[in-house]
């Protein structure tokens, strides 16, 4: 089966770091994903990871450890407009099924 | 910077009515997608396309719905006869072929909220 794991809902305050952790079951790995989704809006993508590690994209840094079905996404210098649910998908096999998980709503507060 | 790009953005439906959604992918894009977001609920994967057949497709998928790639540029679901559970927005998705520089990540269109009165 699929299973994606990530926390419901979080809050931070502008300026300051959050982690966002996504646990996964997948029969298939081949890539994890993390998208942005403004409310009302569409997923824009924010990372990849296919290898272990950390992957550092400007404010956004993402990891992976496949052993332990696990990834965060890292946020620092929180802003406001990265008020916003985070999506952390699995893709199972080349070009087939990317697999979201339910999203984590963070709210940055002033 | 090219995009996905789908109509209509919003359509109120009866139900038992049939519904074309279309989008148009990013054009050297090889593989679409569908999925759906029921409002306040995750997004969920509906069906994906590669090389002019369904290369996969979910348990929602079911025998109301259809993909079709009719020409070069437009690909298009069909839902046969709608349901009120039908209801939510539905995102259409490209992504490129494998690549040392290209990670396949999708790209969305902006949605098609669908309501099934």
């Known amino acids: 089966g699929q299973n994606i794991d990530q926390p419901t809902e979080m809050t931070a305050t502008e300026g300051a770091i959050v982690q966002i952790n996504c646990t996964y079951q997948t029969s298939g790995f081949n890539g994890l994903f993390w998208y942005q989704q403004h409310a009302g809006e569409a997923p824009t993508f924010l990372s990849y990871n296919v290898l272990d590690g950390l992957e550092e994209k400007g404010r956004f840094s993402s990891f992976l450890s496949r052993s332990k079905g696990y990834s965060y996404l890292l946020l620092k210098e929180l802003q406001m407009k990265d008020s916003a649910s985070y999506l952390c998908?699995?893709?199972?096999?080349?070009?087939?099924?990317?697999?979201f998980g339910p999203g984590t709503r963070l709210s940055v507060l002033p | 910077e090219p995009e996905v790009t789908q109509t209509p953005s919003h359509q109120v439906t009866q139900m038992g009515q049939e519904v074309i959604l279309r989008c148009v992918p990013i054009s050297n894009h090889l593989y679409f997608y569908w999925y759906r977001q029921i409002l306040g609920q995750k997004v969920e994967f509906l069906v994906s396309?590669?090389?002019?057949?369904?290369?996969?497709k979910s348990e929602i998928f079911d025998d109301q719905f259809s993909v079709e790639r009719p020409d070069g540029s437009n690909f298009t679901l069909k839902i046969r006869s709608t349901k009120l559970e039908d209801s939510a927005m539905y995102f259409c998705?490209?992504?490129?072929?494998?690549?040392?520089?290209?990670?396949?990540?999708?790209?969305f269109g902006e949605g098609s909220r669908l309501t099934v009165l």
């Open positions: 998705a490209s992504a490129r072929t494998s690549g040392r520089l290209n990670t396949g990540e999708l790209f």
């Open positions: 396309f590669y090389n002019n057949e369904i290369s996969e």
């Open positions: 998908a699995v893709r199972g096999n080349y070009g087939q099924n990317f697999v």
